[in-house]
């Protein structure tokens, strides 16, 4: 998908509506269309990366580091980083990617199940 069709490349540009939390020179963070819990917010990489399996260089190990750092950040800004959050990067159909953009998930707020399959 090129990024003229893809929906996380349309909110980082202002194109499409979300409620954006945070935004640096690598990520952007915006809260989940449709929460799966209390605290649901993506993180994603400002340049287009389809999937985890597309991330190889030394730029996207900057990138990725950072998407997990500003999770951890949100995680405390939204007061879950004592009870409990959840990072988790969806990859591939049988994963449940559905948004072809790589985001990170953080999931927070209410207890989470072991979820691990
Ligand atoms: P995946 O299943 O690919 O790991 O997660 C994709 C996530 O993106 C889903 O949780 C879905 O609710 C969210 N999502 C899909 N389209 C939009 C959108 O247009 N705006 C926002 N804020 N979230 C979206
Ligand atoms: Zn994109």
Partial sequence: MST???IFCKIIAGQAPA??????ELVTAFWDAHPQSPVHILVVPNQHLATLNDAASGDEQ???GRMVLVGRQLA???GID???YRLLINTGPQAGQTV???????????????GLG
Avoid at 19 to 24: F, S
């Fill in 19 to 24: 409620r954006i939390v945070y935004r640096d």
């Fill in 4 to 6: 003229l069709s893809c």
């Fill in 100 to 114: 072809y953009h790589v985001h990170l998930h953080l999931l927070g707020g209410r207890p989470l199940r072991s």
């Fill in 82 to 84: 004592e009870t409990g």
């Fill in 76 to 78: 405390g800004e939204q």
């Fill in 62 to 64: 900057a990138m990725l």
